[in-house]
């Protein structure tokens, strides 16, 4: 299907107003390739964009492109990409109860909220980009996009048992990463002190 | 009546209303009088609050003019 001048303005108004959208969620995946990954999607999404049939959807439509290209990226790249080893204990970790046993702001009256305000912006963004991509992706797209698990099914072309598996690893991931995060950076000296 | 440990393991699941009925009714019914978990619970909302407050960046505006120029790149049909 060959692209109209129409068509090339209609996809130039979307694209403009997903950029921002686009590259919030680029950080989120392949992190400092996040600029090269909207690039990859606005070039294949410019090619395809003839194929899409229901206008409304195209925000949604980007994104999957986008998803799909930092996919292709993260597989280029590492073994980021892969599952990480059986880890049986990383089921019943509670990151609720790590806070409470090791109580790192005696002073506090709301440890557990302490906790998380010790976090800024990058430190969230540096904890996910250490999950495996396969885990980071469904976190990111339901939880913080706002994606139901039916939808990043589609978007990552995956089965929904497989989708909600990963997101359930991913959640139990990051909960335990955000600890060891904190103790590796030093967050729980700052939050004693101040 | 389930234990605190497989009360955890379906916490998040939970949360999403995605347990099924049977799995739902064993989770409450171990709330119903098990304090910890219910912390646990509170937290698990304000974990999900947590990823959802991160969730917005500021885009520079220096990778936004760029981005912009790309699409204006795009070749134009002929």
Redesign the interface.
């Known amino acids: 299907m060959s692209m109209g001048v129409e068509d090339a303005d209609r996809f130039r108004s979307l694209a403009t107003a997903e950029l921002p959208r686009l590259y919030s969620v680029a950080r989120r995946l392949v992190g400092a390739e996040a600029e090269d990954a909207v690039q990859d999607c606005l070039l294949k999404a410019f090619r395809a964009f003839p194929t899409l049939e229901n206008p409304g959807a195209g925000p949604a439509w980007l994104l999957a492109v986008l998803v799909n290209c930092c996919r292709d990226r993260g597989r280029r790249n590492s073994r980021r990409m892969e599952d990480s080893t059986e880890d049986e204990d990383l089921d019943r970790f509670s990151l609720y109860r790590k806070i409470a046993l090791e109580d790192p702001f005696p002073y506090s009256d709301s440890l557990h909220l302490d906790f998380l305000a010790q976090f800024s912006r990058e430190d969230v963004r540096a904890v996910l980009l250490s999950l495996p991509l396969l885990h980071r992706a469904p976190l990111v797209l339901v939880h913080m996009e706002g994606f139901s698990t039916k939808e990043v099914a589609t978007m990552l072309d995956a089965p929904l048992g497989t989708v909600l598996a990963r997101l359930h690893r991913g959640r139990k991931l990051f909960e335990r990463r955000l600890w060891e995060y904190a103790e590796e950076h030093g967050l729980l000296r700052r939050g004693a002190v101040g | 009546m389930i234990s605190c440990?497989d009360a955890?393991?379906q916490l998040?699941?939970y949360l999403?209303g995605?347990v099924a009925e049977a799995d739902r009714a064993r989770i409450e019914e171990h709330l119903a009088f098990c304090r910890?978990c219910c912390?646990?619970v509170e937290?698990?909302h304000?974990?999900?609050r947590?990823?959802?407050d991160?969730?917005?960046?500021d885009?520079p505006d220096e990778?936004?003019r760029?981005?912009?120029s790309?699409?204006?790149q795009?070749e134009?049909?002929r």
């Open positions: 440990s955890v393991r998040w699941e999403d995605a910890r912390g646990e937290f698990g304000e974990l999900r947590f990823l959802t991160h969730a917005d960046d885009v990778v936004l760029r981005l912009r790309t699409l204006d795009l134009e049909p």
